[in-house]
Nanobody, 124 residues
Framework: QVQLVESGGGLVQAGGSLRLSCAAS????????MGWFRQAPGNEREFVAG????????NYVDSVKGRFTISRDNAKNTVYLQMNSLKPEDTAVYYC?????????????????WGQGTQVTVSS
């Protein structure tokens, strides 16, 4: 079992920044593939960013490349999503997810555990 707790969401103006955190417990964090997803009202949950267990390989959806950065601190069992130059279309509930097998790609069904989500709202 892995427990995930996200934090850092909130309301920000367009062009602003937020940093999301996801604290994990219950399993060796350094072996986990990590992902961030988001879901806007009426939309499917979509992949945003992924990070390998070693922290050296990343994967981003095209719409956030150059604006978002995923990173991890294995000593703190935490993964981060730094979001810069935010746009109103980034508004969504953001979820972190882990795969115990190390997967960090776009497929939702490959992830084993999910956090409860944190709301990000970007005003224009």
């Amino acid at each position: 079992q892995v427990q995930l707790v996200e934090s850092g969401g909130g309301l920000v103006q367009a062009g602003g920044s937020l940093r999301l955190s996801c604290a994990a417990s219950g399993r060796t964090f350094s072996s986990l593939g990590m992902g961030w997803f988001r879901q806007a009202p009426g939309n499917e949950r979509e992949f945003v960013a992924g990070l390998s267990s070693g922290g050296r390989t990343t994967n981003y959806v095209d719409s956030v490349k150059g604006r978002f950065t995923i990173s991890r601190d294995n000593a703190k069992n935490t993964v981060y999503l730094q979001m810069n130059s935010l746009k109103p279309e980034d508004t969504a509930v953001y979820y972190c997810a882990v795969d115990t097998g190390g997967y960090f790609g776009v497929r939702r069904d490959r992830y084993d555990y999910w956090g409860q989500g944190t709301q990000v709202t970007v005003s224009s």
